[in-house]
Structure formats: structure tokens, C-alpha cells
């Protein structure tokens, strides 16, 4: 035995291999190689009958190809492998895959269409985290610990250092005000979170439109222009609405707002629980304790700010009658909006 025995093994093994045709087989080369009875085994074993000189020598070279070898194996597996799957994509006599195709989602087709309309008269976007703190989305909003509207706003607590999802887009206000100088002119959509059981007309997630407005001898009557300039637009023209009294700790006077019920035209049906009427957002004016907290001069400035539940709005749009099916993710739902 010497050192061409060894590297003639090598160049049978290196033939076989490159021949081999699955993982079978390559299996039994491996097997013939380098197993313990293999053809590299009885060379090894055979090392200390050689002179002392050329023992070195012979032991690294064995060395060598075992691994050469081992990796050859290894190349020729990957090759295989993806050599099947070729063949497999190539197969044209497959049907295809049908794949559907996605569209917007109604909820965002709606809230495009309310920041168009409100972009139209000069609001800018802007966006406000979902995780909040207590101070955002209850202190600074003039609804200190325990005061009693806090049960209106029913709340996921996290469990770290006072935070929360927030229950309102309201705390939008907060920070932009802090942030930056007035005039302001504000809409911020986004998420909301209450813990309420699913139904028909309830989700522990929905999506609100906050607007915001504080400049200079700001009233209830701009408030009313900028809404009536809104419902018209996306309603329609002959939609009457109306301001009813209400209350909000963030507001005052504040006031919820109903358009007369589309369904009906005003005459009384189940959708708007016989009244003639459906409630579609909250407002007012923005309350001087909150204008105080952010540092604004109430003197100099005031503010009006509204707030939109879409997906109520988006139900009485397109005459959907359960909310669930926003969140289904049912194909065959979503497909009609887009
Ligand atoms: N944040 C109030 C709610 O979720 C709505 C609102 C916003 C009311 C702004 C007045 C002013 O019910």
C-alpha cells in the first residue's frame, strides 16, 4: 500500500459519487468508503505495516481524502435534492395556483374618505400611539383618578408603569398640543381598545377619528360648520343633522351629534331604535382645564375637537349589521368594497 492507493480510492469514490442518482445510493458509497469496515478503514489499518518514514505522510493524505469525500457526499445530496425540486416546479402540466387577490379594507376606505373631506377645509394627518399612559389618555384629558367618567371609558391595563391601550384617539390631542405651537388643525385616526364583550355591535377593538382645532377666537359655531361641512360631504346633501347636549370632561360645552337615520329617512326603524335619529360622533369645546395642562393661554386661544367611531359609521354607510364581520377576514365580504 502507498500513497497512489490512497488517492486512487479517492478518484473511484469521486466517479461513483458523481454518478450516483439518489440518496440511496449515495448511502451505500458512504457505506463502501468511509464505514468502519470501508475502504478508507482498511487502508488506515493497514498504515503502521509501512516504514516508519512514510507512515506521516500516508496518515495525513488518508486524512484528506476521508474528508474530500465526505464532502463530495454532502455536495451531491444538495444537488439531488434540488434537482427534484426543479422538476417539480417545472411540472406545466399542473393547474395553477389561483390566488385572490387582497383590496382595501372597508374600514380604510372610510377613514380615506373622512380625511378627504376634512383635508378639504385644511386638517392635517397626524398619528398617535396605541399603547398609552394613564396621563395621556385620562389626567391631561380633565378626567383625573377616579372620577367617575373613567367607567365610560372602560380600560385595558398593561401591566407596567401606568400604561394602557388607549380607550379614545382623545389623548392625539394632548400630544399635539404639547408639541406644537397653535393654530392647530388636526385628524388623527387610528385604533382604539375597550374590553367589551364581541356582539353584533361591540368589539374589544375599533377605530375612532379625532379632530382637533385651536386658533384664535375659535367657537361653537366654527365646530358646527366644520361637522355640518362633513356630514353633507359624506352623507349627502339632504342628511339633517342635529346637536344634542351632552357631556365630556374634555369638552365643554359638549355636545353628541345625529344625523336623521338613513334608513328610515327619519321616520323610526330598528337601526336607529325607532327614534328617527342616529348618534355619530362626540364634541366641543375644548375644556380649560385641558388647555391649562398642555400650556396654552385660553385668553389668546381656543380650541374645538371631535371624535368619530368609523366602524359605526362605516355600518350605516354600506347597511352592514354586525361589526364581527369587519374582523372575519372573509374573502368574500371584504371583496365587495374594494
Ligand atoms: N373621545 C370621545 C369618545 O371616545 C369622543 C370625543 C372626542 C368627544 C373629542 C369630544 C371631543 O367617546
Known amino acids: ?27 451505500e458509497i458512504k457505506h463502501f468508503y468511509l464505514g468502519r469496515k470501508g475502504k478508507m478503514a482498511q487502508v488506515i489499518k493497514q498504515i503502521p505495516e509501512l516504514p516508519e518514514e512514510k507512515r506521516p505522510l500516508a496518515g495525513k493524505e488518508s486524512n484528506i481524502i476521508k474528508g474530500k469525500i465526505q464532502s463530495l457526499l454532502s455536495d451531491r ?11 417539480q416546479k417545472i411540472d406545466t402540466s399542473l393547474p395553477a395556483v389561483k390566488r385572490t387577490l387582497g383590496g382595501r379594507h372597508p374600514i380604510t376606505i372610510v377613514i380615506d374618505d373622512i ?9 392635517t394627518l397626524v ?20 372620577h367617575p367618567a373613567r367607567d365610560n371609558f372602560a380600560t385595558f391595563y398593561l401591566p407596567k408603569d401606568n400604561m394602557l391601550l388607549r380607550s379614545q384617539t382623545s389623548p392625539v390631542q394632548i400630544r399635539i398640543m404639547k408639541d406644537v405651537e397653535p393654530p392647530l388643525r ?26 382637533l382645532v385651536v386658533d384664535k377666537k375659535t367657537n361653537f359655531t366654527h365646530l358646527k360648520a366644520s361637522l355640518s361641512y362633513f356630514v353633507k360631504n359624506f352623507f349627502g346633501r339632504d ?8 357631556y365630556f370632561p374634555f369638552t365643554e360645552p359638549s355636545a353628541e ?18 327614534t328617527g335619529w342616529l348618534e355619530i360622533l362626540g364634541a366641543g369645546m375644548v375644556h380649560p382645564n385641558v388647555l391649562k395642562e398642555v400650556g396654552i393661554e385660553e385668553s389668546i386661544f381656543q380650541g374645538y375637537a ?21 374582523f372575519n377576514n372573509d374573502m368574500r365580504f371584504l371583496k365587495q368594497f374594494s
Not at 342628511?239 to 351632552?246: L, N
Not at 351629534?257 to 325607532?274: K, M, P
Not at 350605516?316 to 349589521?321: A, D, F, N, R, S
Open 306 to 326: 371631535f371624535g368619530l367611531g368609523i366602524e359605526r359609521i362605516a355600518m350605516l354607510k354600506y347597511g352592514i349589521t354586525d361589526i364581527r364581520m369587519f
Open 127 to 146: 398619528e398617535g400611539p396605541e399603547i398609552e399612559t394613564d396621563y395621556y389618555n385620562f389626567k391631561a384629558l380633565n378626567i383625573p383618578e377616579g
Open 257 to 274: 351629534v345625529d344625523i336623521a337615520c338613513i334608513i328610515c329617512g327619519g321616520e323610526g326603524c330598528s337601526v336607529c331604535s325607532r
Open 239 to 246: 342628511v339633517t343633522m342635529r346637536f344634542r347636549p351632552h
Open 186 to 211: 388636526i385628524l388623527s385616526p387610528g385604533k382604539v381598545f375597550r374590553p367589551d364583550n364581541l356582539d353584533a355591535s361591540h368589539s374589544f377593538m375599533f377605530h375612532q377619528i379625532e379632530g
Open 1 to 27: 500500500m502507498n500513497i497512489t492507493d490512497i488517492q486512487n480510492i479517492f478518484t473511484e469514490a469521486e466517479e461513483k459519487i458523481s454518478q450516483a442518482s439518489d440518496s440511496n445510493e449515495l448511502d
Open 77 to 87: 445530496t444538495q444537488q439531488l435534492k434540488t434537482g427534484q425540486e426543479k422538476t
Open 115 to 123: 380625511c378627504k373631506i376634512f383635508e378639504h377645509i385644511g386638517f
